[in-house]
Every structure is written in structure tokens, then in C-alpha cells.
């Protein structure tokens, strides 16, 4: 079993930035990758980025030269630095963890960026 337990969210103002963590504790392979998702009210969870174990990471286009994921394998954390929000960035943002064939989910934090 694993478990996911995220960490920074809350208010912020337009303009403002964020760092989000997320520690995975439990059963941890040595092949995983790790990413953020979010959830806006009304619309389906989109993935935000994605790191693999090994540093290679990915973008929404929507958050490209904006945010930056990263990882410390010896904690089995990663981390979601969040610059430059914006109103459309607002939603509730999940740690994900995949390996061998399983997803698995942190609880969600919640990020609202507003004036």
C-alpha cells in the first residue's frame, strides 16, 4: 500500500506563487513516476506535470515556463513550485504516484489564486 500526503496549499493573489509537496510513504518501488493533477469546479482532472524517478519531467502547455516539478527520491517527495498564478490556475491540485500497473492518489489541496 501506498500514501500520498500533499502540502502548500491555500490563497494567494494573481501574480503570487505557491510550492506544493507531496511525501509517499508505504510500499515504494524503485520505477515510479510521480506527478501533479488538478480539478477545476466543472472540469475533468488534467494532468499539471510529471516527473519520473530518473528527472524527466513533463507540462500542461497551460503551466509551461510557470511551474516547475521536482523530486527527492531519497524522501520519495515531490514538489510542485507554482510561479506567475493566475485566476485559471485556481482548482484542487492531487499527487499521483504510479508503478507497476497502480495509481495511487493523495487527498487533494486546495489552491485559489484571487485578488
Known amino acids: 500500500q501506498v500514501q500520498l500526503v500533499e502540502s502548500g496549499g491555500g490563497l494567494v493573489q494573481p501574480g503570487g506563487s505557491l510550492r506544493l509537496s507531496c511525501a509517499a510513504s508505504g510500499s515504494i518501488f524503485s520505477f515510479n513516476a510521480m506527478g501533479w493533477y488538478r480539478q477545476a469546479p466543472g472540469k475533468q482532472r488534467e494532468l499539471v506535470a510529471g516527473i519520473t524517478r530518473g528527472g524527466s519531467t513533463n507540462y500542461a502547455d497551460s503551466v509551461k515556463g510557470r511551474f516547475t516539478i521536482s523530486r527527492v527520491n531519497a524522501k520519495n517527495t515531490v514538489y510542485l513550485q507554482m510561479n506567475s498564478l493566475n485566476s485559471e490556475d485556481t482548482a484542487v491540485y492531487y499527487c499521483?504516484?504510479?508503478?507497476?500497473?497502480?495509481?495511487?492518489w493523495g487527498q487533494g489541496t486546495q489552491v485559489t489564486v484571487s485578488s
Open positions: 499521483n504516484l504510479y508503478q507497476s500497473g497502480w495509481e495511487y
